[in-house]
């Protein structure tokens, strides 16, 4: 059984690095929301470039490792003499948590636009039609028809890609940001006390992955039609 | 950029990188093998196993896709380093052990991440057997076992292809980060040409288009099992 001191030592050393862990899952969820919109819009596009675009985007980052894209922009950009040269690129990927964030979020929003545009798919044409009869501009039947349906639609499937980037922060340990993994790493490393270390470390995660899914779920519930 | 590539590949990391992909594939193929067991156990469970187990197997699956892969990985290896190196001296093979053990833990850790997934796919598929084929069998007086190799098991693989391929996909990926715990496959061939060479970015995007490339070579063979294994079976959806 755990004993208290070693609980509280595990625990205490593990909480150093919720802090980053939060840091670098929120930030980059937020940013892969924006990339995902973006991304799906533009495969609905009529212009074959744009859409051609957001596909063969999709494809690739849906088609790697996220830590090769990681070691890419981490490792790979910063050789580049250009980003080394230039203040506001050299400070974006000079640093690992920045990087780890910009990796989730590209990676992130990939999957994320397959689930807006499949929402976006799912708006009756019989809605936009109707919308157009009684003369609606372009933008405001996109904001007040079809933005509003498509994402109550996209919501549900929306919720797997947050406990999928609240993981991918993990691999941001593999770019020296002591993460949560990071800490659990070391100490599973030299005190032995692996089997605790990984109980602890992963119901934190539970409750972090958890605590996001209610808030989602509560947003679901706020965006329900009443009839 | 394309002829930095072409010496690295002449500086023989070009054989390196094929052999981490062999090294990819073979732990990829076991640990989603082991994930295929894990999850047609587990959804067998989940439809007609006893309540304590199905609820064992509901806390597995939740587990183990809400924890970080990477977790996982170190808790297998940590876990059983010491264990190992133990038994390695007892049989005297330490070297043998050494070399073998990140290959067990990769392949061990897919399956165990891959199953969790799997069993959700498996139990769908059962699920999609039409009840009346099973009464059909019943009825003419075939024996469970026939009713089991004859019905259930040829259509639960069939409804089980598009959802295996996901699971495929993710485990192919997650493979990458078993290199983080030594295991020489493509990453791990890349990060130590990288270490070498002093040519990151080349190596990782090599990396990236080797896992690029058998991600969609193993989507056409899925595409193709789909259409074989389909053969007079009805479409669904």
Not at chain 1, 65 to 77: K, S
Not at chain 2, 74 to 102: C, H, I, K
Request: hydrophobic fraction near 55%; charge should be positive.
């Amino acid at each position: 059984m755990i004993d208290a001191e070693l609980f509280h030592y595990t625990f205490s050393n593990l909480l150093k690095g919720l802090n980053l862990t939060l840091y670098v899952g929120l930030i980059s969820i937020l940013l892969s929301l924006g990339v995902g919109l973006v991304l799906a819009l533009m495969r609905m596009s009529k212009n074959r470039l744009v859409s051609g675009f957001a596909f063969s985007y999709s494809t690739v980052f849906r088609g790697t490792p996220l830590l090769v894209q990681l070691f890419i922009l981490y490792y790979g950009i910063g050789t580049i003499g250009f980003i080394r040269h230039t203040p506001a690129l050299w400070w974006l990927f000079s640093d690992g948590a920045k990087c780890a964030i910009l990796a989730i979020a590209l990676n992130s929003g990939a999957y994320i636009s397959e689930v807006f545009r499949g929402g976006f798919q799912s708006v009756p044409v019989g809605q936009i039609e109707a919308a157009k009869a009684i003369g609606m501009s372009p933008l405001k039947r996109f904001y007040r028809i079809v933005f509003p349906l498509a994402v109550r639609q996209a919501l549900p499937a929306y919720s797997n890609e947050i406990v999928i980037a609240i993981k991918g922060t993990s691999l941001a340990s593999t770019i020296a940001v002591m993460e949560l993994t990071g800490h659990a790493k070391r100490l599973m490393n030299y005190n032995y006390a692996i089997v605790e270390t990984f109980i602890i470390a992963g119901l934190l995660y539970l409750l972090i992955n958890f605590s996001l899914l209610v808030i989602v779920h509560l947003v679901e519930r706020w965006l329900k039609i009443v009839r | 950029m394309l002829d930095t590539i072409i010496r690295i590949l002449q500086e023989g990391w070009g054989w390196m990188l094929l052999r981490g992909t062999g090294m990819t594939l073979l732990v990829s193929i076991l640990g989603m093998a082991l994930g295929v067991v894990i999850g047609i156990t587990g959804a067998s469970i989940k439809t007609n196993g006893p309540l304590v187990l199905r609820w064992l197997v509901s806390i597995y699956t939740t587990i183990t896709r809400s924890i970080p892969e990477l977790l996982i990985i170190y808790l297998l290896f940590f876990g059983t380093s010491q264990a190992v190196s133990d038994l390695g001296a007892l049989l005297n093979w330490q070297e043998g052990m050494n070399r073998w053990f990140p290959l067990m833990v990769g392949v061990l850790a897919i399956g165990i991440i891959s199953g969790s997934y799997s069993v959700e796919v498996f139990r769908g598929a059962l699920k999609a057997i039409p009840e009346g084929q099973i009464e059909a069998a019943k009825a003419i007086g075939m024996p469970a076992y026939k009713r089991l190799f004859r019905i259930t098991v040829p259509q639960m693989f069939w409804y089980a292809l598009p959802g295996s391929n996901n699971v495929w996909q993710t485990a192919l990926k997650d493979t990458a980060l078993i290199s983080l715990v030594g295991l020489v496959e493509i990453m791990r061939a890349a990060v130590l040409g990288a270490a070498a060479t002093r040519e990151p970015l080349a190596l990782y995007l090599l990396a990236g288009i080797l896992f690029f490339i058998i991600g969609m070579a193993s989507q056409g063979v899925f595409v193709l099992a789909e259409r074989y294994f389909g053969r007079g079976m009805r479409a669904v959806s």
